[in-house]
Structure formats: structure tokens, C-alpha cells
């Protein structure tokens, strides 16, 4: 198979997400209550009782179409999957690259996607970089407490981006080691949907797994 098929099958792997009213409506309502906080803004001079309620208004229908909001978005970003699949437990997906929750949440995410032994490392390594921390904050020279304060700053930030980097190949040979098999990748917007898709057979061709 040439890399010129193997690229058009991935395009047709990759689904445009269809949308409707419902995905187009919290996105006017977010525009409509931003647009009253503007308008709030530039009359901020003469503020009166109703300028109030209409503040109230449009903070309320900004948060109110929030979630509505992270469905579109969701459903608009299309990324590829690893779809695993059990004899007994069935399907499972697994986004490949980079884990913002991951990032983000770090020893948590680690702790709630049952990496013990990820989770274990995480949290020594942090107790670790605190002792070294509150040693260095005692330092005498300011020099040296500066510098090594600077240190510190990239070692905590390396060490969120460790679990950011790796936690989703984390999971992958976690479902590995506990049976599941790959079966391939698929384009989708969530994990839900890459299941869905994989179930029917919709199996991204260029990067399939043969059993």
C-alpha cells in the first residue's frame, strides 16, 4: 500500500462531527451574555439598579451554557484513540499524545487512573522535593538560595509534565498487561465515540492491528 492511500484512509478515518441546534446554541448564548458584560463595561460611569440585573443576567448565561459549550468543543476536536479490546470487559480507548488532565491534576490523575506504582513514584518524588525545598530556604547566601530556587521551579514543573507526557502510554500498557489487545486507532471526538466507531468496524486502516 502506498503512503499516498495510506493518508487518504486516514483522512476518511478522521469523521467531521455534524452539527446541529443544540451544539450552536450555547455558543450564541456565551456571545450574547459577553456581549452584555461589554456593554456593561463601557457604561461602567453610569451604573444604575438595572445595570445590575442585566450584569446578573448575563453571568448567569454565561455559566448556565458553559457545559453546553464544552460538548461542542469536544465534539468539534477530533483526535485519534487507541481502541483496546477485552474477550470478557469488552472495548476501551485510551487519546495518545499529551494529557492535560494528567498535567494538570498529576498525582490525583495517577491515583484515580490506578498507576500504583506511577503514583507511588509521584508522591516520594514530591516529599523528596519538599525536604530539598525547605532545605533551601534556610540557605544562607542569597545567591545560592536564588539559584537554587530557580532549580526547584523546573524540577516541579518537570515533574508535572512527566505524568502529562507519559500517562496515557501509562494507561495503554496498564489495559495491556491486564489482557486487552489492540486493535487499532480511530479519529474521534471522545473515547465514548471511538469505541462506538470501533465497534462497528470503522477501524482507521493505516494503522490497524492484525490479531
Known amino acids: 500500500m502506498s503512503q499516498v492511500e495510506m493518508a487518504r484512509m486516514t483522512m476518511t478515518a478522521m469523521k467531521v462531527p455534524d452539527f446541529d441546534d443544540d451544539d450552536v446554541a450555547p455558543v ?28 446578573a443576567g448575563a453571568t448567569l448565561v454565561i455559566l448556565l451554557a458553559l457545559p453546553g459549550m464544552v460538548r461542542t468543543l ?10 483496546f479490546v477485552h474477550r470478557l470487559r469488552g472495548y476501551a480507548a485510551i487519546k495518545t499524545g499529551f494529557s492535560w488532565p494528567a498535567f494538570f491534576l498529576s498525582g490525583l490523575w495517577l491515583l484515580w487512573m490506578r498507576l500504583w506504582r ?3 513514584a509521584f508522591w516520594a518524588v514530591t516529599i523528596a522535593l519538599r525536604v530539598v525545598e525547605i532545605a533551601v530556604e534556610t540557605a544562607p547566601d542569597p545567591v545560592v538560595q536564588l539559584a537554587a530556587q530557580a532549580v526547584m521551579v523546573a524540577a516541579w514543573l518537570g515533574l508535572t509534565l512527566v505524568p502529562g507526557v507519559r500517562g496515557n502510554r501509562w494507561r495503554a500498557q496498564r489495559l495491556a498487561a491486564r489482557g486487552y489487545r489492540l486493535v487499532g486507532t480511530i479519529h474521534a471526538s471522545t473515547p465514548q465515540a471511538a469505541i462506538q466507531e470501533a465497534a462497528a468496524g470503522h477501524l482507521d486502516e493505516a494503522v490497524r492491528v492484525q490479531p
Open 28 to 55: 450564541a448564548k456565551i456571545l450574547l451574555g459577553v456581549g452584555g458584560l461589554v456593554w456593561l463595561l463601557l457604561r461602567k460611569d453610569s451604573f444604575t439598579a438595572s445595570n445590575y440585573v442585566t450584569l
Open 118 to 120: 506511577q503514583t507511588a
Open 74 to 83: 469536544r465534539k468539534w476536536r477530533v483526535r485519534p484513540f487507541q481502541v
